[in-house]
């Protein structure tokens, strides 16, 4: 063991490692400090920029992080905490959920809290430094990283530059125990100087949970702030190549981290590259069902563009069942990794939990009850009936116990009555009113469908024409060119559908169908009737299965409106 309690590696330290990649690489010797601006470039900071916190390793390594702050003030908070996770458009496990974000550290201004997460994946290099190279070559189930001894040069610094993979759950979360252990070792109080603070009481490590990932992966508070918090990526998916590894350009190989550009918030690759395990156990609607194995995020060098998004989950299966050996063993995934966070307790010293129980007397008497905590997954108004409906049978004892208070109870009760019929119709009517916009949707649609059919055999022609004569070349731009906003009102009419539909579905099946009946009654023309009917399957698939199939509903418009004529 060297002076740290951290073993080193027998064939070669953690420390000549290091010095050798940072030497031959040029780079300069890391620094255990966070600094307002940007730190200077290391092999474990290769893309340094302001606001970075920094903390040390063994062997003069680093991690880094990312502050990442959160809406409201104080240890509640407010509504404004909440926030909309999960994917209308999404697999079945990525349903639209609603939850409350926290912070876990005051940030020091305006009573605001922030969250902190590191700014690359863990790296081969940062597990060897505080585990030693032989717990690595152990580890792992990568017969790469038995060559790692022999590599030099750009090699070692690339190889460990390369997110930690083909470990273990459990690898991992040993790993995190010896860092912390290391950082907290009271002979070293320097080690946690840029640490997070609670009531002076430093943070923690530990894996970030879902909802804490998947809110630094849409882009935080500036996100929100900007209205593009709702957006399926944090970058353009034009540009994906340019921020994240993907099966496209990466064909299964991981990359050494910080190559692709950082997201707003500075995270580099926390979409693509290695798919990143969370803290909580994978659940199938993040935070309600069967708790399974661990949920990982983010996607990987196996995942195709098209399918990246914020929203994307799945389930490592911590213990697997290996079908040829008929055994269950510990999964080790070539594509699967970890980001570490730094996190602390809920309580750190009596003071600090006298002053969240003084807060909680009015954050219960307000606010708590907007929250996800205490609302059901349905709409504001189904959630309003639902709060009503547990008055009964308060009510009903209090009648029994306190007969002479029959008559004002009863009066009460039957204003509570009153008040559930008007939400009764209050959902009837929403469920209606959305049903009926998105149809409004639908017809936009198809005519817009049958335009761009039109314009596409106009533009085949007017290209035959320019063939023969450049006079016609004006014409062909001017039809691209119609062509083109058609298609970007077309992106348009289908995004209102798909929210009007996403939102529909949390309505009850009952709420629904009332919506439908209603307005299939209705005097409605040829292209009505046929979008009603295109409408109503799209919202009976989305109902069933929490997925917007937005591609497969655009070919059953074009075939629907296929030549289609109003007489």
């Not at 108004?381 to 029959?406: C, E, H, T």
């Not at 307005?519 to 409605?524: P, Q, T, V, Y």
Request: charged share 25%; net charge negative; with cysteine.
């Amino acid at each position: 063991m060297n002076n740290d309690g951290v073993r080193p590696g027998r064939r070669i330290s953690a420390m000549m490692f290091f010095l050798l990649f940072a030497v031959t690489c040029g780079l300069a010797v890391p620094m255990n400090t966070a600094l307002a601006e940007a730190p200077p470039q290391t092999p474990y900071n290769p893309k340094p920029a302001k606001g970075d916190l920094v903390l040390p390793m063994p062997d003069d390594a680093q991690m880094v992080f990312r502050r990442v702050p959160v809406s409201g003030s104080g240890f509640w908070g407010d509504q404004s905490r909440i926030i909309q996770i999960g994917d209308a458009a999404g697999g079945i496990f990525e349903g639209l959920q609603r939850t409350q974000i926290s912070g876990s550290f005051p940030s020091g201004t305006d009573e605001a809290w922030e969250l902190v997460m590191a700014k690359y994946e863990l790296t081969r290099g940062q597990y060897v430094a505080v585990m030693g190279m032989d717990a690595l070559l152990a580890a792992s189930g990568d017969p790469e990283d038995q060559k790692l001894p022999t590599l030099q040069g750009r090699e070692l610094r690339d190889a460990l530059m390369l997110p930690l993979a083909y470990v273990s759950h459990g690898d991992v979360l040993e790993f995190i125990r010896r860092y912390n252990q290391w950082l907290f070792d009271p002979a070293h109080p320097e080690r946690v100087a840029a640490m997070p603070r609670v009531d002076e009481v430093p943070g923690f490590l530990r894996l970030p949970t879902e909802d804490e990932w998947e809110y630094c992966a849409r882009g935080g508070l500036a996100s929100i702030q900007a209205g593009t918090f709702d957006n399926g990526l944090p970058f353009p998916a034009a540009e994906a190549n340019e921020f994240a590894w993907h099966l496209g350009n990466a064909k299964h190989q991981l990359r050494p981290v910080g190559l692709r550009k950082p997201d707003a918030g500075g995270f580099h690759d926390l979409i693509g590259n290695a798919q990143e395990m969370t803290s909580g156990l994978f659940r199938p609607e993040i935070w309600q069902g069967k708790p399974g194995g661990v949920a990982v995020r983010g996607g990987s060098v196996s995942t195709p563009a098209a399918d990246l998004r914020s929203a994307l989950r799945a389930e490592l299966d911590v213990y697997a069942w290996n079908v040829d050996e008929k055994k269950v063993e510990e999964r080790k995934s070539f594509n699967t990794g970890a980001r570490l966070a730094i996190g602390a307790n809920v309580v750190v010293t009596s003071a600090q939990r006298a002053r969240i129980e003084k807060e909680y007397e009015t954050y219960k008497a307000d606010l708590r009850k907007t929250m996800p905590v205490e609302r059901t997954l349905d709409n504001l108004v189904s959630q309003a009936s639902v709060q009503i409906g547990a008055a009964d049978p308060i009510i009903a004892r209090l009648i029994k116990d306190n007969p002479a208070l029959k008559e004002p109870l009863g009066s009460v009760q039957s204003t509570l009555d009153n008040a559930r019929e008007r939400l009764e119709l209050a959902q009837r009517e929403s469920a209606r009113s959305l049903a009926q916009d998105a149809a409004r949707n639908g017809v936009n649609l198809s005519v817009y469908l049958s335009r761009l059919e039109r314009l596409t055999d106009t533009l085949a022609l007017a290209k035959e024409l320019a063939e023969t004569s450049s006079r016609y070349q004006e014409q062909v731009a001017a039809v691209q060119k119609s062509i083109g906003e058609l298609e970007t009102a077309l992106g348009e009419q289908m995004l209102g559908y798909k929210d009007k539909i996403g939102t529909l579905g949390e309505y009850e099946k009952a709420y629904i169908d009332f919506a439908f009946t209603e307005l299939e009654a209705r005097e409605m023309t040829k292209r009505e009737r046929l979008v009603m009917k295109l409408l109503k399957g799209h919202a009976e698939s989305f109902a069933e299965q929490r997925r917007a199939d937005t591609d497969v509903w655009l070919e059953e418009y074009r075939k629907g409106f296929a030549e289609f004529s109003d007489s």
